[in-house]
T-cell receptor
């Protein structure tokens, strides 16, 4: 079974803090994703990585950056957290072999609260 | 650009009743469609996906969906709801020109009443 783990289930941070969200997958997947999930808005893609050190902006990259130094790990960074970044953050991975028909495998999510 | 619209943010059914969750897509190229389910306090997991091999797709837990090009729809059904089906359901679309990425709908929360 593919396993995607996220470093924290719940996180509380202060406005202006630098925040790191970590994601690790154990299936040697090429692709990794960060989404944020808000009620009524579904999942919105923040960043996508298709290889080590390769990244692509998603639909809502403003205020976020990412890092992928190793294939299995994809980090989401909030350089200066703001209250409007309070949300559920979901990490996912996919093999990259079938591309358009790839299944995405999701972690359990990190619920971030910025005070 | 591709998109999906899920009709009804909340659907409530009685246990044993038919489940019907609606998804319509928009795409200028042939789409590939997915249904994911999210149980409380968990990430999403794949229920089923349409990859053009067959228009009627069977998934896990008794769910199925039918791709109807003429109606640009990919509705999810289950003949008899179970209490354990209570969850949030997401429809997603992927196209070759945006390979590797999917666009998700806003989600439909299914409530199952005893």
């Amino acid at each position: 079974d593919v396993k995607v783990t996220q470093s924290s289930r719940y996180l509380v941070k202060r406005t202006g803090e630098k925040v790191f969200l970590e994601c690790v997958q154990d299936m040697d997947h090429e692709n990794m994703f960060w989404y944020r999930q808000d009620p009524g808005l579904g999942l919105r893609l923040i960043y996508f990585s298709y290889d080590v050190k390769m990244k692509e902006k998603g639909d809502i990259p403003e205020g976020y950056s990412v890092s992928r130094e190793k294939k299995e790990r994809f980090s989401l960074i909030l350089e200066s957290a703001s209250t409007n970044q309070t949300s559920m953050y979901l990490c996912a991975s996919s093999s990259g072999l079938a591309a358009v028909t790839d299944t995405q495998y999701f972690g359990p999510g990190t619920r971030l609260t910025v005070l | 650009a591709q998109s999906v619209t899920q009709l009804g943010s909340h659907v409530s059914v009685s246990e044993g009743a038919l489940v019907l969750l609606r998804c319509n897509y928009s795409s200028s190229v042939p789409p590939y469609l997915f249904w994911y389910v999210q149980y409380p306090n968990q990430g999403l997991q794949l229920l089923l996906k349409y990859t053009s091999a067959a228009t009627l797709v069977k998934g896990i837990n008794g769910f199925e969906a039918e791709f109807k090009k003429s109606e640009t729809s990919f509705h999810l059904t289950k003949p008899s709801a179970h209490m354990s089906d209570a969850a949030e359901y997401f429809c997603a679309v992927s196209v070759p020109t945006n390979a590797g990425k999917s666009t998700f709908g806003d989600g439909t929360t299914l409530t199952v009443k005893p």
